[in-house]
């Protein structure tokens, strides 16, 4: 499996990761070189065995849906680059 | 300096020091080491000797606990409220966390102070410790060479007795390779045995924190601390209380031994070999027995871990985006454009290579390929684990395929780098308990560690192995000399 620089393109766009011009060579290069490494997979049998996401057999725990957070938002506001109001300021998404 | 957290206790307990004056020792020996090593990213005196001072308050009004006012070292992935906490990276180089991860409350429930925040690969992701955005950590045993990562901090303050304990974290080896490679003792426990709530997520089927100390029986004190159910954590276990330090004196008459045949071929050679060679022998002479084991698709583990840990880090990396912390970049357009431009100068090369990697492997078409595939040699190598241990008590391994390299040595190929993993990522896949402990020297003197994995939940008896061994030898008694002192 080797990856095209229209790949390198795709894959930065889903990944939100600006990668321009020479750059798009050199991951082009490293990624297929990590793939090299990832293409022993293929050679294994795994017909009939069921995939494992995680060591333990866990299901998703639930609780009742009541409220059991302290509202700390100012505290956390604090920390972002641009809020107003009690919201997050970012550049218009709509045209 | 060279007291363990099991001694540092009991001079607390008997009044023979306090803990401000411990925290004062650790805090000039940091002051005077850390230009060097570079294995602090964040120190705060005045924060450590209140905590200290509160400390040695509980124990003046009988209020205290085995460990308080021990000081410890955290990795910097913890969130730790008040403290920067930065994962290694530019894109939290401003990052103040407004709370506290479950271990570092438990670590505060115990009384112990924070001594500062250390120094790792970047998001956790590295065996070197070169890939931090705060620079590389030396080793201590020699300043030219990697301390092993991604906890290369923790492990080289450690080492170098700047802490007498650190915390770690461990996704494909983080905790138990730098150990190995500064000499010094760390523990990865069973998934899901301490709780990640706050602890800043890599792979989160794999990430498990734990204890780096000297001796195997101050990472089961520390883990006492650690471990146990969080309801923040959706994959914390509900298991009963259990102290790990029970089984520690149990002789290791009839252990079995088991020494997987993969991991003992031609590719374990030199002073590594003759030195997990001895440890064997070793236990041996301490009423072990050995049986020879197999790990058949042990050998695909490193490349099935470089499919699932980048998925699993594409996706939780998604989250830095500069809109509600951390790095934002300075000039943008519209939101795709501050997305991109944030996240391109925010990460570092390799943290970006793996969110490709992962957001590839994800990606429609290739779905079935590489991760459900990987998934399913996840499963294969579960299951050889599990046939392995119905023939033995615990597995035997060296812990890292070398000594620490050179700084620089590996950096052109992130695939050679990768490979220093070769026999600790099987476990994380697994999901069960792993250590190392040091065994031994090579010709330069630098140390070799020894891998000890054991079944789920069997911590205590894995313990009970390295505390046995360490009785009866003194690897882990040794600390480089002080460097800058």
Known sequence: ?95 | MNKTIKQLSTLLAEGETSSVELCQDYLTRIQAQNATLNAFISVDADKTLAEARAADALRASSQGSLLTGVPIAHKDIFCTEGWLTTCGSKMLSNFVSPYDAHVIEQFKAAGMPCLGKTNMDEFAMGSSNETSFYGPVRNPWDTERVPGGSSGGSAACVAARMAPAATGTDTGGSIRQPAALCGITGLKPTYGVVSRYGMIAFASSLDQAGPMAQTAEDCGLLLNVMAGFDARDSTSLERPKEDYTRSLNQPLSGMRIGLPREFFGPGLVGDTANAVEAAIAQLRKLGAETVEVDLPNSSLSVAAYYVLAPAEASSNLSRFDGVRYGYRTPEYGDLTDMYEKTRAEGFGSEVKRRIMIGAYVLSHGYYDAYYIQAQKLRRLIANDFAAAFQQCDVILSPTAPSTAFKLGEKTADPVEMYLSDIYTIAVNLAGLPGMSLPCGFDAQGLPIGLQLIGNYFDEARMLGVAHQYQLATDWHMVSPALVGC
């Open chain 1, 1 to 95: 499996m080797s990856l095209s620089p229209q790949d390198v393109e795709r894959i930065a766009k889903l990944a939100r990761i600006r990668v321009d011009g020479d750059e798009v060579m050199a991951y082009q290069s490293q990624l297929n070189n990590i793939f090299g490494l990832i293409e022993a997979m293929q050679a294994v049998d795994t017909a009939g065995i069921a995939p494992m996401s995680h060591a333990q057999d866990l299901f998703q725990r639930l609780r009742p849906d009541v409220v059991t957070e302290p509202n700390r938002r100012d505290a956390f506001q604090a920390l972002a680059p641009q809020t107003e109001n009690g919201l997050y300021l970012v550049p218009k998404v709509i045209e």
